[in-house]
T-cell receptor, first 114, second 114 residues
């Protein structure tokens, strides 16, 4: 176990559906991140949360809506997605500040939009 | 800001042969450097990191990397690879400071064959 748990592992959804991805960590980390990883493309940082506050949104379309109710949980709410949104969505956490420990990643959610 | 370049997108190698995966970084300040490994449909796992001190860093699974400040490089090496080392490898850089984030390279696919 990596210490960061993502559910579900796999998700197939239609373009009109609404679903949510969940990320949970009990490492005592204060920062959490959402990444998108598409085939043949670099890792894309989507959102950053520090102490439950969103500190970065990298021009992500509004059909992706993050939520961080506390430092241990992070959600990504999905609605009216497009086929090009199919990808592996990775959650990560860190102690925040200085990044001496790097990030701890979850195993990801493989999302397929049909 | 920091950036990292992984010069090879794919590296094919025979089992039991040595391998080197290249990583160069750019930064105007001191850096922390990381190598991560990603197996298929998994998240990224930390292999090793350089923070300061000895320039030769040893990590898990027999990998090591050498920090070279003059060449701004942090190449990853293994003297004898195994089939199970087949994976994607990511180099990442950050800098000291509370607002620092990890910046990832585009990844190198290591393909080990018999």
């Amino acid at each position: 176990e990596t210490g960061v748990t993502q559910t579900p592992r796999h998700l197939v959804m239609g373009m009109t559906n609404k679903k949510s991805l969940k990320c949970e960590q009990h490492l005592g980390h204060n920062a959490m991140y959402w990444y998108k990883q598409s085939a043949k493309k670099p890792l894309e940082l989507m959102f950053v949360y520090n102490f439950k506050e969103q500190t970065e949104n990298n021009s992500v379309p509004s059909r992706f809506s993050p939520e961080c109710p506390n430092s241990s949980h992070l959600f990504l709410h999905l609605h009216t997605l497009q086929p090009e949104d199919s990808a592996l969505y990775l959650c990560a956490s860190s102690r925040g500040g200085g990044q001496m420990d790097g990030y701890t990643f979850g195993s990801g959610t493989r999302l397929t939009v049909v | 800001a920091q950036s990292v370049t992984q010069l090879d997108s794919q590296v094919p190698v025979f089992e039991e042969a040595p391998v080197e995966l290249r990583c160069n970084y750019s930064s105007s300040v001191s850096v922390y450097l990381f190598w991560y490994v990603q197996y298929p449909n998994q998240g990224l796992q930390l292999l090793l990191k350089y923070l300061s001190g000895s320039t030769l860093v040893k990590g898990i699974n027999g990998f090591e990397a050498e920090f070279n400040k003059s060449q701004t490089s942090f190449h990853l090496r293994k003297p004898s690879v195994h089939i199970s080392d087949t994976a994607e490898y990511f180099c990442a850089v950050s800098a000291p400071g509370t607002a620092s984030k990890l910046t990832f390279g585009t990844g190198t696919r290591l393909q080990v064959t018999l």
